[in-house]
Every structure is written in structure tokens, then in C-alpha cells.
């Protein structure tokens, strides 16, 4: 009997101790990083490409944060959906159907928005088909309007939306807050 129940100590001794499997570390959820600068760079300024940030609230008392980057400083368009104040997810762009909404089953849409169209609108979503949130956004040319539309917790909500510029920092908040400034 001693002699089984050394065998199986020394067995869990020496399977407890081998190097664990290299696995990739998840990217998501992670701290949220509050820049002290702008990010908006001044050549889009005046611009549809930039920065924005939003904030939204649904009906079931949550809320959440967003900010898109279409071309600022990258190659590509994205977006990262932050709860809690922690970065919950990335956001990609998606393709839409002929009427105008997102195309099902859901294709990454590869192709460059022009800069400057008279009008454009994209839905961005997570990169994990079926997760997150779904985020419908347009801008015009110059990034002088822009709206978006956001999907969370399979919920419509109430949105905010700016434009960050070169010399303008937009600061995003969720939460209650009680103050004189607005």
C-alpha cells in the first residue's frame, strides 16, 4: 500500500511540475488606457478619417464606451468597445447588404472608405462572430456630421458621438456623475 501511494505522489509530483503549454494570451478583456493627449491627428482634422468616441447607455442600466479609428496613424479601420472601464473587445468593420444593414452571414469588408465621400456608413462588430456589440456608423464628408447607432446587450440604446481633433481631446465617461459642468 505504501508503495502505491508513493507511486502516486511521485506521479502527481512529476505531472504537476512540467512547464505548463504555451497559449496565446487573450487580448481582451485588458485596463483601460486614457491617453493624455489627443489622438486625432491634425492632417484629419477636417477630415471623415480620425477618431471618434462615443458613449452609450441601454435599457437594461448599462452602458458603455467605444472609439472608432478609421485611418489614424493605421492601415485599417477598427474599433474598441470598453465596460467598466476595461477594453472588453475589437471592434472590425463588417460589410452591409443592399438595404443598407449588415450583411448576414457577417463578411469583413476589405474595401478602403473614401476620403471625404459626400456620405458614408459602415457596421462594425466584434471580430468573434455573435459577441459583443454592434455598432452602425456614418459620417459626411469633412467629418462635419456623424452619428452612431449602437446595439448592446441585443438592446437599442441612447448614443453620444464626437469627433477628436489635433487640439481637442474628447473624454468618454460611463457612470453616474453629479457636478456643474456638463
Do not use: H, W
Request: proline share 4%; glycine share 6%.
Amino acid at each position: 500500500m505504501k508503495q502505491i501511494m508513493g507511486t502516486i505522489i511521485s506521479l502527481l509530483i512529476f505531472f504537476s511540475c512540467q512547464k505548463d503549454k504555451l497559449q496565446p494570451v487573450a487580448p481582451f478583456p485588458r485596463e483601460y488606457e486614457l491617453t493624455n493627449t489627443p489622438e486625432g491627428l491634425s492632417i484629419f482634422d477636417f477630415s471623415n478619417y480620425g477618431i471618434y468616441k462615443g458613449v452609450v447607455i441601454n435599457s437594461q442600466d448599462s452602458s458603455a464606451t467605444f472609439k472608432l479609428n478609421l485611418y489614424n496613424a493605421s492601415n485599417t479601420t477598427f474599433g474598441l468597445f470598453y465596460l467598466n472601464g476595461i477594453a472588453q473587445d475589437s471592434l472590425i468593420r463588417y460589410s452591409k447588404d443592399n438595404s443598407g444593414l449588415m450583411a448576414f452571414p457577417q463578411k469583413v469588408d476589405t474595401a478602403r472608405i473614401p476620403l471625404n465621400a459626400t456620405f458614408y456608413s459602415t457596421y462594425f462588430s466584434s471580430y468573434r462572430i455573435g459577441f459583443g456589440p454592434i455598432v452602425g456608423f456614418n459620417t459626411t464628408a469633412n467629418g462635419i456630421s456623424y452619428n452612431i447607432e449602437t446595439q448592446l446587450n441585443n438592446n437599442q440604446t441612447l448614443n453620444a458621438v464626437l469627433k477628436e481633433k489635433s487640439n481637442n481631446q474628447v473624454y468618454c465617461f460611463e457612470g453616474s456623475y453629479s457636478c456643474l459642468d456638463s
